[in-house]
């Protein structure tokens, strides 16, 4: 089916005109003065996560346009396409099915096989205490490797006792070295995540991993590697006679609710694997049936256009207030970068706007003390989302719970803060009006305040959990992959396939002998004096 581009709408140009006439100008101080209900009228309840969208830079016209911008780009009958495992990857000719892997128990398209999937590798998840292994090495990488990292780290707090789990990811040495040094090989089980079990990092660390294991007296490759890929074959051939397979319809980045999600299984047990599930099925359904203006994917995506092609705003930060959603960010940059970073539409003809922004940020409050500054008073504007949740769970208890507890009201006191601050800012009379103690006593005191003031209107949103639980968090990562859907629906790209990661790789292949036999014929100038510099 073809769906029309976004700026084959008539909202496209009038959603323009409305910016010229009152995006550019609107000002957050200005609309809370005047709209009494606006966090009321801008916040949402969505499965697991409440949303703030009260502090962007948007009225009530605007999503009315971008609404009308949905509806004539066909999102609701792209979105069944997906959900109804049509091949709307069409590049590669697959359908884009990881929905129906958190479906509920034998339901949706594939029922029978993924939940065949799902029992086999949650078994073999809970033997693993069992059968005398105390750390788990996962190697995988890109959507092999953050996914399951991402959540292993997130749900700590609902770690099985005595399995330790290890991620490693770069072809680097440096990754690997540090990780097997601190090893038993007896007690150790590798993991090895690739879903074309081609990847040269994967297969290149499988393999040191191997030789580490062997070296060290180990004879049972059988019982210490497994690996989770589409390529039993490959695997196979590798010596790993326990593979868990899947599907070509799961992507890479989509793919932490399949097998691929073995080591959250083994580090948080099976039960907690399916609250996981249920939590990102509990937000499909929310995407598949709230009305646009009420659907919270939806929403953000429109801002997100909004603001990339109308506003032009060329990044958002992403800063999570809590320490175990500290590789959110690098996941979400591959979600949305690798998803929606294209340049020509689905019929490859070149887009005349601007797709995916720079995704990017740290755990609050670090990034407080780093790149904040640059949020508050550089030159750019760059809408944050914040990440809070309510209720911690430290897994400690009398005076230490008492003192983290108190931790986390500063947490939160800080994490509202910053997006009060980035709204607000600070005028330079204002500034005059405060004493600076620290400021150079040879300025005059209006150059003092004018360093000392803040634009303020910077946009952000927050998103609140009542948790961090397995169930939120399947909720929170559902609802940022059906958000990119739709930016990239709207847009009229594929999201689902990654081209742009070939040319690296075969650059790559053919660089790999030069740096042993120092060729350098027919190399670029700079290709050729780098390669000549790191040979001497
Ligand atoms: O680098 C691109 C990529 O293909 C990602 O899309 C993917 O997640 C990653 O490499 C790893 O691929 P595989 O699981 O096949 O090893």
């Known amino acids: 089916m073809k769906f029309p581009r976004c700026d084959q709408s008539p909202a496209w140009g009038a959603l323009q005109a409305h910016y010229e ?12 003065a005047t709209e009494p209900d606006r966090f009321a009228d801008w916040s949402l309840r969505s499965p697991e996560v409440f949303a703030d969208l009260s502090k962007n830079r948007i009225d ?18 792209q979105r069944e396409a997906m959900f109804a495992g049509e091949a709307i990857n069409h590049t590669e000719g697959r359908a884009v099915l990881h929905t129906a892997l958190r479906a509920p128990a034998g339901s949706g398209l594939h029922g029978a096989e993924v939940q065949a999937s799902l029992e086999r590798m949650l078994a073999f998840a809970d033997s693993v205490p069992a059968a005398g292994f105390t750390d788990v090495v996962h190697i995988g990488i890109g959507g092999s490797d953050l996914g399951p990292a991402m959540v292993v ?31 038993n090989p007896a007690s150790t089980l590798f993991v090895i995540a690739s879903k074309t079990f081609t990847t040269q990092e994967t297969l290149a660390n499988a393999l040191a991993a191997k030789a580490w294991f062997q070296a060290a007296g180990g004879t049972d490759i059988a019982k210490h590697f497994v690996a989770t890929s589409s390529n039993t074959q490959a695997a196979g051939a590798f010596g790993i006679t326990t593979t868990f397979g899947f599907w070509d319809w799961v992507g890479g980045r989509y793919s932490l609710w399949s097998v691929i999600g073995l080591p959250i299984a083994i580090a948080i047990g099976g039960e907690n694997f399916r609250a996981l599930l249920a939590g990102a099925n509990a937000m499909d359904e929310h995407f598949r049936s709230a009305p646009l203006a009420q659907n919270l ?36 940059q591959q979600l ?50 914040f990440i809070a949740v309510k209720t911690p769970r430290f897994g400690v208890s009398g005076e230490l719970l008492e003192r983290l507890n108190d931790q986390h009201q ?16 600070k005028s330079v009379e204002e500034a005059l009006g405060e004493k600076a103690p620290t400021a150079s006593a040879s300025l005059d005191a209006q150059t003092v305040a004018r360093h000392r003031s803040f634009p303020g209107n910077r946009p952000s949103t927050t998103f609140v ?68 510099h790191l040979k001497a």
């Not at 009530?60 to 009958?77: H, I, W």
């Not at 440096?174 to 990780?179: E, G, I, T, W």
């Open 410 to 425: 500063k947490l939160l006191a800080n994490c509202l803060a910053q997006s009060q601050a980035l709204m607000q800012g």
């Open 60 to 77: 009530a016209a605007a999503l009315k346009l971008l609404l009308q911008l949905a509806q004539d780009c066909g999102l609701e009958s």
């Open 21 to 32: 006439a009152a995006g550019r100008s609107f000002d957050l101080r200005q609309a809370f």
């Open 153 to 183: 780290q997130a749900l700590q707090a609902y770690g099985r006792p005595g399995i330790k789990l290890h991620f490693v990811s770069n072809v680097d040495g440096h990754d690997l070295a540090p990780v097997l040094q601190a090893l």
């Open 465 to 532: 959990l009542d948790e961090l639980s397995p169930r939120s968090l399947g909720a929170l990562v559902a609802l940022y992959e059906h958000r990119v859907f739709v930016s990239g629906a709207l847009w009229g790209i594929n999201s689902f396939d990654q081209w742009g990661v070939e040319l690296g790789k075969a650059l790559c292949s053919a660089l790999l002998p030069r740096l042993v036999s120092g060729d350098v014929a027919g190399l670029d100038g700079s290709t050729a004096g780098l390669l000549k």
């Open 336 to 385: 949305e970068m690798e998803s929606n970073g294209k340049g020509v539409d689905r019929e490859g003809q070149a887009l005349p706007y601007a797709t995916s922004p720079v995704v990017w940020g740290e755990a609050g409050t670090n990034g407080q003390h780093a790149y904040f500054q640059m949020l508050h008073q550089g030159t750019d504007v760059i809408p944050v989302e």
């Open 297 to 332: 994917p939806v929403l953000l995506a429109l801002i997100d256009i909004w603001y990339r092609n109308f506003h032009g705003f060329t990044s958002r930060s992403v800063a999570p207030y809590h320490q175990g959603l500290k590789r959110l960010p690098a996941y979400l």
